[in-house]
């Protein structure tokens, strides 16, 4: 059968559930535990060190760059709630400078200005303000948006994008961070978090988890042979066909078009609603994707789930680069989440499904605390907490690749 690249956009790229008790007991007995703090300006600055050598030895003072490959999650999608009775398509913004991996807006929770907090100049890369999310009258989310440098600046995320749009976004930072450009030699934190897109087309042809290993893979080859001096971090996937369920115990929550029969999750998650499926696309595709389509549903993706995150984790280990004078290395940084322990305030009330500014701010703070572990110590599954702490590292500690 022919395979059909459909990029579904998935606000279930929301990992924002946070990090269980045990993280603070792992900090503290493993690493050279300094203390927490609410904020990250609340953690005392370090001295000044000389510039590492080494990727193994990276301080979050000798970032210089970030960059992040992605989807709606790196966009920040619908990150601010709304107050109007009905949803409008001309609501739904990309929320950018909130982004919890890229975000570079003043004062906002995100790992870029974590990273700040301890830099020597100006970082750069972090995406600022808003801007549309480009709609579709046949899809809703146009599966042909680009980047905007302006406002996107080195994140290189796509709302709707799946592990087919790696290569387009890898050239698109390569084009300017790659060895050939005036960053080649600056250390750069560099974030890929793709597959939930493509967890909810799993049920489709050209998404099972061999062909997302294989594309996932070749992406992260064209990073790694084309730029330098960098972490490269895989963040690992979550069981995101749950996410319905939390907003569904509050149907108030959600907003809705004033036209009912226009449900914005049905385009954001085909396979979870498999009846659904000859609404998307015009003939000859619907009749196609109607009999490819999984009747299991949601139990499908979360078969899925498990699937792909293996395969990430193979393939990062595959990566695996324990050269001590190494000037790369990718990492996997899981991100599981127990999505029923993510509270209704902590999603968009425009569709249900993405986190909001509390989901986006969970995340900067988890993702930060799992930098600083190394991998056998890595919280391998995460309980959403509003009030977690942010690690302040100290003078003896290393973004861990290892």
């Known amino acids: 059968m022919k395979t059909i690249n459909l990029i579904i956009l998935l606000g279930c790229a929301v990992s924002w559930c946070n990090a269980d008790d ?14 927490e703090a609410t904020r990250i300006d609340e953690c005392p600055v370090l001295q000044n060190f000389e510039r590492a050598t080494s990727v193994h030895r990276l301080r979050p003072s000798d970032i210089e760059v970030v960059a992040a490959i992605g989807d709606s999650l790196s966009a920040a999608v619908a990150a601010i709630n709304i107050d109007t009775d009905y949803l409008t398509a001309e609501q739904f913004k990309q929320y950018r400078g909130l982004s919890f991996d890229m975000g570079g807006d003043e ?30 009258k046949e899809t809703f989310f146009a599966f042909d948006a680009k980047q905007v440098s302006e406002i996107d600046r080195l994140n290189a995320a796509i709302p709707a994008a799946t592990s087919y749009n790696f290569t387009q976004q890898a050239e698109y930072l390569i084009e300017r961070i790659g060895k050939n450009t005036s960053l080649a ?31 996932m893979e070749k992406g992260i080859e064209l990073l790694k042979q084309n730029i330098d001096y960098a972490i490269i971090n895989v963040v690992g996937l979550l069981h995101s066909e749950q996410m319905q369920d939390v907003t569904n115990k509050d149907p108030t929550y959600r907003k809705h078009f004033k036209d009912d029969t226009v449900d914005v999750q049905t385009f954001e998650c085909i396979c979870c609603h498999p009846l659904a499926s000859t ?13 490819a389509v999984s009747p299991l549903g949601k139990q499908y993706i979360a078969r899925n789930v498990e699937l792909y995150d293996r395969e990430l984790r193979r393939l990062v280990m595959k990566q695996a680069n324990h050269d001590p004078d190494a000037t790369t290395a990718v990492v996997y940084q899981p991100f599981n989440i127990d999505i029923s ?10 569709d249900g499904f993405h986190p909001n500014k509390i989901g986006q701010e969970y995340m900067a703070k988890a993702y930060w605390n799992q930098l600083f572990l190394p991998s056998n110590k890595k919280q391998q599954n995460l309980q959403f907490r509003e009030d977690l702490p942010v690690y302040c590292p100290n003078a003896n500690d290393y973004i861990q690749t290892m």
Request: with cysteine; proline share 8%; charged share 20%.
């Open 107 to 136: 004062n906002a929770i995100t790992i870029p200005n974590f990273l700040q907090h301890y830099a020597h100049e100006t970082l750069i890369g972090p995406s600022v303000g808003v801007r549309d999310v480009p709609i579709s």
């Open 341 to 350: 322990s993510v509270p209704v305030k902590a999603i968009s009330n425009l």
């Open 279 to 291: 609404k998307l696309l015009p003939q000859p595709l619907a009749g196609i994707l109607d009999k």
């Open 22 to 35: 045990s993280l603070e007991d792992s900090l503290q007995e493993d690493l050279p535990f300094t203390k």
């Open 185 to 215: 030699k600056k250390w750069k934190l560099i974030t890929v978090f793709m597959g939930l897109n493509d967890l909810s087309a799993s049920c489709l042809p050209g998404y099972s988890f061999i062909e997302y290993r294989q594309r």
